[in-house]
């Protein structure tokens, strides 16, 4: 009979470099505690990295950067939102920052969600969900809600012509129907900074 320990490597190896799993993926190949132990040899073998408690990937390496490199915050929230099969949103200076308006990586990402509230640590990064309204997850372009949620970071009237003309610039690329749906939803100053692109 083959081993909780070779049934998760043989998994693992299937997957793409960069893919982030958790211990709940392997939890139908054998007891919580033979797949801890197996997932502890796989981090010492090397075919696994830890990201935080339960949540791991696999080594991804750059030839380009010789180096490995790990994912993206994003790329670990939208992961453990799948999981959870929850909505996010990214907030304020990771929305901006998504968008080109600042070159200011966040070390803290915070992100709205329908699922539970909770802070993981990544590393020297924090990424914490944030419980939030219905109304704030109905944004639908992918565009369009980034750009709402930036200028309320921002605050009414504080942005620079600079940020205005590079919203409209990425607004242009924005799917209308999404758009005219987001513009409904957003503030009345941030709808009308919106609606200029249409």
């Known amino acids: 009979m083959i081993s909780t320990d070779d049934r998760i490597e043989q998994k693992i190896k299937r997957l793409n470099p960069g893919s982030i799993v958790f211990?709940?993926?392997f939890q139908s190949f054998g007891s919580s505690g033979a797949v801890?132990?197996?997932l502890h040899r796989m981090v010492k073998?090397?075919?696994l990295r830890t990201l935080a408690r339960g949540i791991f990937v696999k080594p991804k390496f750059s030839k380009l950067l010789n180096q490995e490199v790990l994912p993206s915050t994003e790329q670990v929230a939208k992961a453990i939102a799948k999981r959870d099969r929850a909505r996010i949103l990214p907030t304020g200076i990771y929305a901006q920052n998504i968008?080109?308006?600042s070159t200011q990586v966040p070390l803290k990402s915070v992100f709205l969600t329908?699922?539970?509230p909770r802070k993981i640590t990544i590393g020297n990064r924090t990424i914490q969900f944030k419980k939030t309204t219905p109304k704030n997850l109905a944004l639908k372009g992918n565009i369009s809600k980034l750009v709402v949620l930036a200028l309320k970071e921002i605050g009414k009237d504080k942005a620079t012509d600079d940020e205005l003309n590079k919203i409209k610039t990425l607004l242009?690329?924005?799917n209308v129907k999404?758009?005219?749906h987001?513009?409904?939803l957003a503030p009345q100053w941030i709808a009308e900074i919106m609606a200029k692109t249409l």
Request: glycine fraction near 12%; aromatic fraction near 0%; avoid cysteine.
């Open 182 to 184: 987001d513009i409904s």
């Open 99 to 101: 968008l080109g308006l």
């Open 172 to 174: 242009k690329r924005e």
């Open 114 to 116: 329908d699922g539970s």
């Open 36 to 38: 801890a132990v197996a």
């Open 45 to 47: 073998k090397g075919i």
């Open 178 to 180: 999404d758009l005219k």
């Open 23 to 25: 211990t709940e993926d």
